[in-house]
């Protein structure tokens, strides 16, 4: 196994990285142009990245993955609330925070390719002066919290992260079909309420979305949790623009003004109902919200992918209206810990 590490995907190669994401099925997250986005436009403050590559001994390329060493950033708490001992301290990471679904790209998740991985990261760890290390939102009924666990490590449930299987669905009337009454039936009044108050709804590219005014509604949103620098202006719209086809936004409208706005991003087999920003007081008796969840599902369905991902948290909403929960898990080792042992 030779391993190597890049300062920038374009080191990496990304035509060849993108060959190896796709093939394995890993999400957008992975995707060159993820990652190049997230070089130009850091959706929060990154000390290092580094993009690790291994190729076996005919120069193919077997895994690839990003990491990134942080400081004092934790949106989501993982840190704090669960390794509180390291929640100030330089730590390097699998992924950025808005990534939800961890993964080891890789042709082969076996241990050859695990350990290769850990004791690089380790390594990294060490010269960047990362104090503890690891990954996050790693998903806890998968491969990879298996393959972990195989070598050492031990995981910590930090969250819930949702998703629904749409693949049996035909259309939107029979997913409606498959929720319980009073779900269903508030589905359609809500649609109802918003035709008749003439709120117009409709999916934009990113190249002609009010990304300024998503996260405008974003921002106001997340201020209420201490958490509105998840989305920094001007840092959020030119990200989202460098990526491009990768995004679609459902805007709804009254009149001028914006009131819901939901950023999807897809991949070849998802489709992320990812960030949302709403306005609750347009419209007292609907939630732009609910809409935007009808919208998402319709969207795969009418472009025909067969998952649905909805990020972490709010399980009461997701789960009434047919998303089910996978745990997610964060497995970290302080710097060194393993050849210690």
Not at 82 to 95: K, R, S, W, Y
Not at 158 to 166: G, K, P, S, T
């Amino acid at each position: 196994m030779r391993v190597r590490t890049y300062g920038s995907i374009e080191e990496a190669d990304p035509v060849r990285w993108d060959e190896l994401v796709v093939g394995c099925g890993a999400p957008v997250f992975y995707r060159s142009a993820f990652l190049r986005a997230f070089e130009r436009f850091p959706l929060h403050g990154v000390r290092s990245h580094v993009y690790i590559t291994g190729e076996d001994e005919h120069g193919t390329l077997v895994f690839a993955m990003p990491v990134y060493v942080i400081r004092g950033i934790d949106p989501m708490r993982v840190l704090h609330d669960h390794f509180p001992a390291f929640g100030d301290e330089t730590v390097l990471v699998n992924h950025v925070w808005h990534c939800y679904d961890t993964w080891i790209p890789t042709r082969r998740l076996d241990p050859d390719i695990v350990g290769a991985v850990l004791w690089t990261m380790e390594a990294l760890a060490a010269d960047l002066g990362a104090s503890l290390w690891g990954f996050t939102n790693v998903d806890g009924t998968g491969a990879l919290a298996r393959a972990l666990t195989a070598a050492g490590m031990t995981g910590i449930q930090v969250d819930e992260r949702f998703l629904a299987d749409v693949s049996a669905i035909p259309d939107i009337d029979h997913y409606l079909a498959t929720l319980d009454h009073p779900v269903r039936s508030n589905l359609r009044r809500y649609t109802r309420i918003a035709q008749r108050a003439g709120v117009v709804a409709g999916i934009a590219d990113v190249e002609h979305a009010d990304l300024e005014g998503f996260v405008a509604l974003a921002r106001a949103g997340a201020a209420k949790y201490g958490n509105a620098d998840y989305y920094r202006p001007g840092v959020f719209e030119g990200f989202l623009r460098d990526l491009g086809g990768h995004v679609r936004v459902f805007e709804q409208r009254l009149g001028d003004r914006l009131i819901g706005s939901t950023v999807l991003l897809v991949d070849e087999k998802t489709l992320h109902w990812w960030v949302a920003g709403n306005d609750y007081s347009a419209v007292p008796q609907i939630s732009p919200f609910y809409l935007a969840c009808l919208a998402a599902i319709n969207e795969a369905l009418i472009t025909g992918k067969p998952r649905v991902e909805a990020g972490r948290r709010n399980p009461r909403f997701k789960t009434r209206h047919g998303l089910r929960p996978r745990p997610v898990q964060a497995y970290f080792m302080p710097t060194f810990q393993r050849a210690a042992t």
